[in-house]
């Protein structure tokens, strides 16, 4: 691997590992703030005990997020400054206006609604985390801002002295179509992202309290409505991206020629050339529904976009990883609808009605109860939505190569100038090392937090003043 290779490489590994902390504390700020606002509304002490337990693994998970993202920028700075210098009048404000936001806003009400458990006033204390939930979904929107910036420039001018690139609105910057697209699709993934964390806890614990009960079907519940959601707005976003980047969509169904009701494949065997898989299990018409809207539209292929690239951006390949973008793409859906299918048959099963329908065995009848084995599936609920995430980011930034931003800056013109192999390598040692210590920190601490008692009971008249138990 060259110096090339490594950076994007050690820009991959820095990148995942944060994003596995990002979509659960969007989804556990919301969740402890909807969860407060119903136990002010209900009085009840259930709610009341599931607010300060979420709120325990939203503090851990946020300090978390924070400490990667600190490294991500770092590595940023390291390995891709010739890009940074190109871009930084764009990237610059969103990267400023969300650093405000994620250390300024949310850390602030945050830490507000920690200590200010019976200090504060009960109204005044339930709007600072309403307050930290309204922050992080701002602070995601810009940086998607930002990052669609990448997959669909807009807003910039080309300053003809120094070829580097200004912002000329920042609003048009704010309502990219692909942003427009992204967020709401990010925002339902990660609410599977939060919900595959609670059902687990919920699962796992349930025997302890009957609140955990309650956790594990409202994990559930965010899990298989997330799912859903994320199937809408990606059937969205996907008709975006084959509009800004055909060359996408042709790579995830290694589609080389143009095609008219183009059929999308399931599943495949075989080299992922001209040539069709040995064995394929294809959906006919439904690429060309995912990527157009009809069912007879045209998706141009990987050969004639080649063509045309090298005509419109010179010479060069312009054709990405063809079965990285193929697999992921399927994996990042496979891992979705399993984790709804997970969720589904726990809210079935789990149900306090009972339903006794012919022909299926008894774990599978609604009301039936989950039987043990089942229970220890669900505890490894977390890694269906982690992994759909991940495998939608790889498929995302992998298929826009060869560019950095998308028409006007390659991923080799962006790393940094006289970067060597060894500091690429040394630096992620170095960001393996801190991020496995957080890793292990992070899993310690929330097993710590979940197996825990809840709080004792606190009548809801008391519960906001000073007898309220601090964390």
Known sequence: MDVLDLTRLQFAVVTIYHYLFVPLSISLSAVAAGLHLTWMRTGSERFLNLTKLVGKLLIVTFAVGVVTGLVQEFQFGLGWSAFAKFYGDVFGP?????????????ATFLALWYFGWGRLPRKLHAATIVVVAVGTLLSAYIILAANSFMQNPVAYALDPETGR????????????????????????????????????????????????????????????????????????????MTAVQPMKMAAAEALYE?????????????????????????????????????FDGTVQGIDDLQAQYAAQYGPGSYVPMIPVAFWTFRLMIGAGVAGMALAAYYLWASSNRRWKLPLLPAFLQMGAGVPGWVKRILLLSPLLPAAANTFGWVFTETARQPWLAFGISKVSDGISPGLTSAEVIASLAGFTLIYGFLAIAWYKLVLHLSRKPLAPEIPAETADAESVPAY
């Open 94 to 106: 969103t990267l400023a206006i969300e650093g405000m936001l994620a250390f300024f806003l949310e």
């Open 165 to 240: 690139a200004h912002l000329t609105s920042f609003g048009e910057l704010l309502t990219n179509e692909v942003v427009l697209a992204a967020f709401p699709h990010t925002m339902a993934g990660a609410a599977m992202a939060g919900g595959g964390l609670l059902l687990a806890i919920g699962v796992w614990r349930i025997a302890a309290d009957g609140a955990f009960r309650t956790l594990a079907r409202l994990g559930a519940w965010l899990m298989l409505i997330g799912g859903a959601m994320t199937a809408i707005t990606g059937d969205h976003l996907g008709k975006v």
């Open 258 to 294: 143009t095609t008219t009701g183009a059929p999308f494949s399931v599943f495949a065997i075989g080299k992922l050339g001209h040539e069709k898989p040995f064995l394929t299990v294809e959906i006919p018409h439904l690429l060309s529904f995912l990527g157009t809207g009809s």
